[in-house]
């Protein structure tokens, strides 16, 4: 069983950015597959980005977003810049199998909120 926390989520206003963390429980984080997704009001939830061995983005973020993990703190990172209000949902943290490419999640953080407005 993996328990996973976000925090760092806020307010920010366009082209702003913001540093997502997810801290997980457990002795084997460095196993698992640790992505980000994401869910705006009426819409499904989202991938953003995956990190195994290798990274994996959703189109809409690339060149923007970076994901990142420290494995000796059993965390994982969003860095988000140049952010715009499309960016505005809530942001799950996952843990799971698979390689960034092929993300089969089987653990969810409980979310964070992210808003961009001026």
């Known amino acids: 069983q993996v328990q996973l926390v976000e925090s760092g989520g806020g307010l920010v206003q366009p082209g702003g950015s913001l540093r997502l963390s997810c801290a997980a429980s457990?002795?084997?984080?460095?196993?698992?597959?640790m992505g980000w997704f994401r869910q705006a009001p009426g819409k499904e939830r989202e991938f953003v980005a995956a990190i195994s061995g290798s990274t994996n983005y959703a189109d809409s973020v690339k060149g923007r977003f970076i994901i990142s993990r420290d494995n000796a703190k059993n965390t994982v990172y969003l860095q988000m810049n140049s952010l715009k209000p499309e960016d505005t949902a809530v942001y799950y943290c996952?843990?799971?199998?698979?390689?960034?490419?092929?993300?089969?999640?089987?653990?969810w953080g409980q979310g964070t909120q992210v808003t961009v407005s001026s």
């Open positions: 996952a843990a799971g199998a698979g390689g960034s490419w092929n993300f089969k999640v089987a653990y």
């Open positions: 457990g002795r084997t984080f460095s196993s698992y597959t």
